[in-house]
Antibody
């Protein structure tokens, strides 16, 4: 069965970087893109971007371009999202989600807290 | 970028009620729209994709309609487990975009 497991929560200082991982299993990894979505406390869902797990091509939200990098490692079936120059506005739960017909499988979420 | 306007932002309803949530896109998006349910502390869950297709395992009381710019999620016969927040997501063109969400509360 399909499973998507994310890395644990992290606490970062303003100005630092964070890298969240998302490991998939139970299907052919390169057949599906992955998307990243975040949710600030008490707020709605924000689409961050998507990575083609076969080619590595990405499409990113305009407000994050220049600060975010998404990568995929086919050998470990893992996608990564790195966010740089963190501010308190980046405090959120970060989700990865497989792109099937709709975002059909989601990770459990990774809480990133940015605090001095 | 395509903007998704979702309404209402919240609603109160009773068990057994019929509930309707709408999303309007700022430009035509064919039927490239999904609906997601999110309960407190959980990841979102896909309910409907391609505007009208029910995801496997989702109860048939959920239905979606619309194409172009106007879309609707209907819950026919609200159940206690349906109290949650619902989001639409357009996957027609990058950057993808969510609606603001609709919180469905118990009356």
């Amino acid at each position: 069965q399909v499973q998507v497991v994310q890395s644990g929560g992290e606490v970062k200082r303003p100005g630092a970087s964070v890298k969240v991982s998302c490991k998939a299993s139970g299907y052919n990894f390169i057949n599906h893109n992955f998307n990243w979505v975040r949710q600030a406390p008490g707020q709605g869902l924000e689409w961050m971007g998507r990575i083609n797990t076969y080619s590595g091509d990405t499409n990113l939200a305009q407000n994050l371009q220049g600060r975010v990098t998404m990568t995929a490692d086919t050998s470990t079936r893992t996608v990564y999202m790195e966010l740089r120059s963190l501010t308190s506005d980046d405090t959120a739960v970060y989700y990865c989600a497989r792109d099937g017909e709709g975002l059909d499988y989601w990770g459990q979420g990774s809480l990133v807290t940015v605090s001095s | 970028a395509i903007q998704m306007t979702q309404s209402p932002s919240s609603l109160s309803a009773s068990v057994g009620d019929r509930v309707t949530i709408t999303c309007r896109a700022s430009q035509a998006i064919r039927n490239d729209l999904g609906w997601y349910q999110q309960k407190a502390g959980e990841a979102p869950k896909l309910l409907i994709f391609a505007a009208t297709t029910l995801e496997r395992g989702v109860p048939s009381r959920f239905s979606g309609s619309g194409s172009g710019t106007d879309f609707t999620l209907t819950i026919s016969g609200l159940q206690p487990e349906d109290f949650a927040t619902y989001y639409c997501l357009q996957d027609y063109d990058y950057p993808w975009s969510f609606g603001q969400g609709t919180r469905v509360e118990i009356k």
